[in-house]
């Protein structure tokens, strides 16, 4: 009776894990895909055109389009799967998205504890600088969690790469 429960709670245990995975992995890519889909809505908000941009905007965009290019390029170089990329691309632009979305809420807590009740003004009143910034921190997120080469190599490293009759050839003979 003991083996059954113990069968029972390690399946519902896979269960639980399977689904928590499924979730989460669901979960942070809708967030990422709402924070990346919303970065070109926040440029173009008044339909205008390229015109609707100021230089800030289009210097904005530029380093965020050149930060997503070397995310991936070194990822690619590094030899990582299209996979990992993702998921840690992914990961990276949810998290920053909910930290700044953090301190958003918080900011709206205080607001509405000093004043006892919220307003549509308070919302338009910091929101493009709540949108810039997000787009900053996101753009930061994304430049520092790039994967980067190692710094330096021992020289342990580079003997391991030669073949093995080159790297036996700088040992000295055995004595016989």
């Known amino acids: 009776m003991k083996s059954v429960f113990n069968t029972v709670d390690i399946l519902f245990g896979h269960f639980a894990h399977g689904f928590i995975i499924v979730f989460l992995y669901l979960a942070l890519s809708l ?24 230089l800030s905007e289009v210097g904005l965009f ?23 990329a993702l998921k840690r691309f992914v990961f990276v632009v949810a998290l920053a998205e ?3 979305t953090l301190f958003f809420t918080l900011y709206l807590i205080i607001e509405l504890i000093d004043q006892g009740v919220l307003g549509v003004a308070i919302l338009d009143k910091y929101a493009d600088i709540q949108s810039f910034l997000s787009i900053l921190i996101t753009i930061i997120a994304i430049y520092a969690s790039t994967p980067l080469p190692n710094f330096y190599k021992s020289k342990d490293d580079a003997t391991s790469n030669l073949p093995d009759n080159e790297s036996n050839n700088d040992q000295p003979a055995a004595m016989s």
Do not use: Q
Request: glycine letters at 2%; charged letters at 15%.
């Open 62 to 84: 530029i380093i965020f389009i050149a930060s997503v290019w070397r995310f991936f390029a070194r990822c690619f170089a590094l030899n990582w799967t299209k996979w990992k």
């Open 31 to 54: 967030i990422a895909a709402f924070s990346l889909v919303s970065i070109p809505l926040y440029f173009f908000e008044y339909d205008a055109g390229l015109s609707d941009l100021d």
């Open 98 to 100: 909910l930290f700044c």
